[in-house]
């Protein structure tokens, strides 16, 4: 198989239904030396008290980023693939603004290192044609990094989501969250 990069139509799916709480995601994205050893992705448990559901909080990437808007010493940058990078270490104040603003709740302040950190898409691999780590490791391809037909032949029962309200507010993502046909209703104004 050929080395494809950003400028290919590879997209970031994750598959909620599919999440069974093993955390090969965290612990690969804990390998990562450009993260400190510190896992970007999250796996949580929705009701651990009722079920074993998990679902998997990975950063969403925005169009148009909560987190880089509010940052005071835009420590918080896009680049042009849309990758929605950590804060910069010399510009970051800590101060959390990120941390508040983003509606999916990813940015997390690393107090040991007074630094907002969160996923970068594994930048240092995916622009460099690999697969970002969470997606190479997870089991189940609740995480799965490909292109929209890939996606359409592996789940033909769901269809992806990358734009989301809250409130009056539409964001959309570079990554795209897996839903059950038809379970999804579009919006009208």
């Not at 925005?62 to 990758?83: H, T």
């Amino acid at each position: 198989m050929p080395v494809t990069n950003y400028s290919t139509n590879q997209e970031f799916f994750v598959d909620m239904q599919r999440c069974i709480g093993c955390k090969a995601c965290e612990m690969a994205c804990a390998e990562c030396e450009t993260n400190g050893h510190e896992s970007m992705i999250h796996v949580n448990y929705v009701d651990r008290a009722v079920t074993i559901q998990t679902t998997v909080q990975v950063c969403m990437h925005c169009d148009d980023p909560a987190c880089a808007n509010v940052c005071p010493a835009d420590a918080i940058s896009k680049d042009e693939f849309g990758v929605v990078h950590t804060a910069n270490t010399s510009r970051c104040i800590g101060c959390s603004n990120c941390v508040m603003a983003c509606p999916f709740g990813v940015p997390k302040k690393n107090e040991a290192y007074d630094l907002m950190m969160k996923c970068n898409m594994c930048y240092d691999r995916t622009s460099a044609g690999k697969k970002p780590m969470c997606a190479t490791v997870c089991p189940t391809q609740a995480l799965f990094y490909g292109t929209r037909a890939e996606m359409a032949m592996m789940r033909p029962n769901s269809t992806p989501v990358n734009n989301f309200i809250f409130g009056n507010e539409n964001v959309s993502t570079k990554v795209n969250i897996m839903m059950p046909k038809g379970s999804t209703v579009l919006r009208v104004d």
